[in-house]
Structure formats: C-alpha cells, structure tokens
C-alpha cells in the first residue's frame, strides 16, 4: 500500500511538472509572439516616421519654393514698376527742356540721377543735365556735369557731344585755350561725327580770335 501510494504520488508530481513546463512553454510562445507583434509595431512605426519627415521635408520645400518664387515675384514687379517711374521721370525732363522750362527739367534730371543712378538713362540723364545748365547760362554748374559726364561714360554715343558742349561752355567762361584743347581733340577722335562741320568753324574761330589778341 506504502508502494503504491509513492507511486501515485511520483506520477502527480510528474504531470505536475510537465503541466508547469507545458504552461511555461505557452507562455514563452506567448511572449514570443508579443514580442514579434510588437517588433512589427515598431518597424511600422519606424516606416511611418520617415514618411512622415519625407513628406514633412517636402512640404518645407514646396513652402520654400513657393515662398521664393513669391519673392521673385514681388522683386520683378517692383523693378518693372521702377523702370516705368524711371523711364517717365527722364521723359518729363527732356519735355521740359525741349519746352525751355530749364529749372524744371534740372530739377526733374537730378531727381532721376538721385535715385535711379543705375538704370539704363542715368547717362543720358548726365549729359542732358549738363545741357539744362548751359541753356540757363549756368555755365560753372555745366562745366562740372560735361567733365563728370566724360570721365563716367567714355565710351557713351554721346561722347563726342559732350565735347562739343564742355567747348562751347569753356568759351562762356572765357576759357579759351582749354575750349581749343577740347575742339581739336574731339576733331582727332571723332573725324566723322556729325559736329565735325560745327567744331571745326569753332575752333577756327577761336584760333582767330587769339591770335588777333
């Protein structure tokens, strides 16, 4: 009876022990599986993120381009609108000395000069200036514009104008000789220019009239 009983007791220890680690295993296959569900979470997650930065960085740059084309944009539209109170301004100076209003068109020159002095008429601007000046008999004031005109614009279409006109302007101020300089120079420079008729009889003149004194 003793046997039997230990016995009986031997097999509900062992089924004990195989329920216990049956049970373990299950739960070690549970958390297993946790574990992988959880992993999978994760990496999904993980994926989801960097879509989402992507499509954030995105956005940013499409802000950003946007943002730089509105800026571009509000610059060409400013610089058109510049152009056209640039171009309108030096128009309304050249009316007014044509109409011999030269106060009003020094005044409407200088402005330009002031603030458009990197548009495409400032020189032009310069030597009209200059031209406002001598026909008001302001001839120091045109002196100062011819000379800062030619040191400035070398190569501009009116240089051998401005010549002509400092000459011319030189005589008012009784310069003389300089006026002689500034002809026969313009005459050996600009042999075909169409003041070449004009300076040459000036400059005889001049040559005339120093050499009567």
Same mark, same amino acid.
């Given at each position: 009876?003793?046997?039997?009983?230990?016995?009986?007791?031997?097999?509900?220890?062992?089924?004990?022990?195989?329920?216990?680690?049956?049970?373990?295993?299950?739960?070690?296959?549970?958390?297993?599986?946790?574990?992988?569900?959880?992993?999978?979470?994760?990496?999904?997650?993980?994926?989801?993120?960097?879509?989402?930065?992507?499509?954030?960085?995105?956005?940013?740059?499409?802000?950003?381009?946007?943002?730089?084309?509105?800026?571009?944009?509000?610059?060409?539209?400013?610089?058109?609108?510049?152009?056209?109170? /640039?171009?309108?301004? !030096?128009?309304? $100076? %050249?009316?007014?000395?044509?109409?011999?209003?030269? *106060?009003? +068109?020094? =005044?409407? #020159?200088?402005?330009?000069?002031?603030?458009?002095?990197?548009?495409?008429?400032? /020189?032009?601007?310069? !030597?009209?200036? $200059? %031209?406002?000046?001598?026909?008001?008999?302001?001839? *120091?004031? +045109?002196? =100062?514009? #011819?000379?800062?005109?030619?040191?400035?614009?070398?190569?501009?279409?009116?240089? /051998?104008?401005?010549? !002509?006109?400092?000459?011319?302007?030189?005589?008012?101020?009784?310069?003389?000789?300089? +006026?002689?300089?500034?002809?026969?120079?313009?005459?050996?420079?600009?042999?075909?220019?169409?003041?070449?008729?004009?300076?040459?009889?000036?400059?005889?003149?001049?040559?005339?009239?120093?050499?009567?004194?």
């Amino acid at each position: 009876m003793i046997f039997i009983s230990s016995a009986v007791q031997a097999d509900e220890v062992s089924v004990d022990v195989d329920a216990a680690i049956l049970s373990m295993h299950q739960e070690i296959n549970y958390l297993v599986n946790e574990n992988n569900i959880l992993k999978n979470q994760i990496e999904l997650l993980q994926e989801a993120q960097k879509v989402s930065s992507q499509q954030i960085e995105e956005l940013f740059k499409i802000l950003e381009v946007g943002a730089t084309n509105k800026i571009i944009e509000e610059v060409i539209v400013t610089q058109k609108e510049n152009e056209d109170k /640039a171009s309108t301004l !030096y128009a309304d $100076g %050249r009316k007014q000395l044509i109409f011999g209003a030269h *106060d009003a +068109a020094i =005044a409407l #020159f200088n402005d330009y000069l002031a603030r458009y002095s990197d548009y495409k008429n400032a /020189a032009d601007a310069q !030597y009209w200036l $200059g %031209r406002a000046f001598y026909a008001k008999e302001s001839y *120091d004031e +045109a002196k =100062a514009v #011819f000379v800062q005109f030619q040191q400035e614009n070398p190569l501009h279409p009116k240089y /051998a104008n401005s010549m !002509y006109e400092l000459a011319q302007t030189l005589v008012e101020l009784a310069e003389i000789e300089a +006026a002689k300089m500034m002809l026969s120079e313009m005459l050996d420079k600009f042999p075909t220019h169409s003041l070449h008729i004009k300076a040459e009889s000036k400059l005889k003149e001049l040559q005339a009239l120093t050499s009567e004194s």
